[in-house]
């Protein structure tokens, strides 16, 4: 099981109730380091990007399976919410959401594509440049 990532505050990386895991907003950080930081830019390549993305996206995929028993595993995800933490201009969130999605379906198939948004914010915290966060059903 990969090591949960390290809370940068008073919270749990994933809360679960019954069938449902939520996690906390994954930046990326890894070992509690943030690893990329800064706005993201309008004249840069959203693939530029993905790193960042992708290590959120574990962060938050690690977060959820931690909360799992012995033979559970995620049925579905049901909610991801991707912020990007945007300089003025920006308009490619959806992009930028999109590289969470594949990643997450490269890891879970089928069950990694549910509701989702992507939304553009003025920071994040440690200016990261991504935070990714999603809500499961369990089985």
Same mark, same amino acid.
């Given at each position: 099981?990969?090591?949960? @990532?390290?809370?940068?505050?008073? *919270? %749990?990386? !994933?809360?679960?109730?019954?069938?449902?895991?939520? &996690? $906390? /907003?994954?930046? @990326? %950080?890894? #070992?509690?380091?943030?690893?990329?930081?800064? +706005?993201?830019?309008? #004249?840069? @390549?959203?693939? &530029? *990007? %993905?790193?960042?993305?992708?290590?959120?996206?574990?962060?938050?995929? $690690? $977060?959820?399976?931690?909360?799992?028993?012995?033979?559970?595993?995620?049925?579905?995800?049901?909610?991801?919410?991707? *912020?990007?933490?945007?300089?003025?201009?920006?308009?490619?969130? !959806? +992009?930028?959401?999109?590289? !969470?999605?594949?990643?997450? =379906?490269?890891?879970? /198939?089928?069950?990694?594509?549910?509701?989702? !948004?992507?939304?553009?914010? $003025?920071?994040? @915290?440690? #200016?990261?440049?991504?935070?990714?966060? =999603?809500?499961?059903?369990?089985?």
């Amino acid at each position: 099981m990969t090591k949960n @990532p390290i809370p940068q505050g008073h *919270y %749990r990386p !994933a809360a679960r109730y019954g069938n449902l895991v939520c &996690t $906390a /907003g994954m930046t @990326p %950080r890894k #070992d509690g380091v943030l690893l990329f930081a800064g +706005k993201v830019r309008k #004249d840069e @390549p959203v693939e &530029t *990007y %993905r790193e960042a993305v992708e290590q959120a996206a574990k962060n938050t995929l $690690a $977060a959820a399976q931690n909360a799992l028993q012995e033979g559970e595993r995620i049925a579905q995800i049901l909610s991801l919410t991707v *912020y990007v933490n945007a300089e003025e201009g920006f308009t490619a969130h !959806a +992009k930028i959401g999109d590289l !969470a999605s594949d990643w997450l =379906f490269a890891q879970l /198939g089928e069950a990694a594509i549910g509701a989702r !948004a992507a939304v553009g914010v $003025a920071s994040l @915290p440690g #200016d990261a440049p991504v935070e990714v966060q =999603f809500m499961a059903a369990v089985e």
